[in-house]
């Protein structure tokens, strides 16, 4: 009896060391509501403890704030339990409003993440060119196509966009001169209202933008654990109940 007890609590202990990294994460609320929005769930979290999700949402009076990298927005409005919510870009407004070339010069999605992806809609893609006068006549040409219009007037890149399908996606025979960017763009009904020749009059600073799980992330999320960066690397912290219950453990990370 003592020699079972015996291997018993070293199988334990030997599991729980193995598995140290991936055990201690806190008790986490299933999900949590700001006034005047549908509840938010993982990955968003709120208050202070980030091993809890991904973003940071904080309530507010009125609402609520989303930390986005390092600045923090207002959230504009949430509509359903999805990970998607309306942001209103202060920043963003004001280089639009301003006509600045900054406003064109960041993507607003993120191509290769460890853990979500962010993505917004709608949108319109731009062909962001560097300004090289050896390759200024083929990128010229590439783009003197129907519907294409073309920015010229910033320091160091040309813009040039397909109004009539705001969300085309890069052609495989894009210039390398060229990248491919996306901004929020205002809305179908108002967007055939606009001056199609000003790029400026397409964007807008209040647009929906979703947080989408990479296949691990999803994987990990799914089995009851959340996920996590440890310099750079992947990791799935598991639930706490795993460590009472250590055949649960082994099924759910
Ligand atoms: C277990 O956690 C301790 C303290 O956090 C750490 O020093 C140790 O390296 C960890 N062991 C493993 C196997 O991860
Ligand atoms: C939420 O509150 C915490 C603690 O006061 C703070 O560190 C964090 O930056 C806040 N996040 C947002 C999105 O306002
Ligand atoms: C807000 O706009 C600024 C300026 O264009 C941009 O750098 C930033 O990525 C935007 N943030 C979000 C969350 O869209
Ligand atoms: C707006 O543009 C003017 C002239 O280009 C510039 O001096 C000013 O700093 C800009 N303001 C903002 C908020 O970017
Ligand atoms: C911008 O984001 C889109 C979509 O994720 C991606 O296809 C594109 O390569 C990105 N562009 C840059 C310059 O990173
Ligand atoms: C312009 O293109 C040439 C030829 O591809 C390249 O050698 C040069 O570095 C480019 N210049 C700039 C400023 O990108
Ligand atoms: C582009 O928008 C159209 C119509 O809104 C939609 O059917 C299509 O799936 C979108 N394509 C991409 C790549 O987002
Ligand atoms: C549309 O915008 C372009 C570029 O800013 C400008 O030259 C043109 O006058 C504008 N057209 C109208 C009808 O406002």
Redesign the pocket.
């Known amino acids: 009896m003592i020699i079972f007890v015996f291997l018993f609590m070293s199988f334990i202990l030997s599991c729980h060391s193995a598995l140290n990294d991936s055990i201690s994460i806190p008790v986490c609320p299933e999900s949590f509501s700001c006034p005047n929005f549908a509840p938010f769930k993982y990955p968003f979290y709120s208050g202070t403890d980030a091993r809890c999700g991904l973003i940071n949402v904080n309530c507010t009076s009125t609402g609520g704030n989303i930390l986005i990298g390092e600045p923090r927005y207002e959230i504009f409005g949430k509509y359903d339990s999805s990970s998607s919510v309306v942001i209103f870009n202060r920043t963003f407004e004001?280089?639009v409003n301003?006509e600045?070339c900054e406003a064109l010069m960041n993507n607003f999605t993120s191509p290769n993440p460890l853990l979500y992806s962010i993505s917004i809609t709608p949108f319109i893609t731009l062909f962001k060119c560097t300004k090289n006068t050896s390759h200024a006549e083929a990128t010229h040409a590439y783009f003197n196509q129907p519907n294409y219009k073309s920015h010229n007037t910033c320091t160091d890149y040309n813009f040039y966009y397909d109004y009539s399908v705001s969300n085309a996606t890069a052609p495989s025979d894009l210039p390398h001169t060229c990248e491919v960017i996306q901004l929020p763009m205002i809305g179908g009904r108002e967007y055939k209202l606009r001056n199609t020749t000003n790029i400026f009059s397409l964007l807008t600073h209040s647009f929906f933008i979703s947080f989408s799980l990479t296949r691990s992330c999803e994987k990990c999320h799914n089995k009851g654990g959340r996920c996590h960066a440890n310099k750079g690397q992947f990791q799935c912290l598991c639930d706490q109940r795993g460590i009472y219950f250590w055949t649960v453990y082994f099924v759910s990370c």
Request: aromatic share 0%; hydrophobic share 25%; charged share 25%.
């Open positions: 004001k280089l301003n600045s």
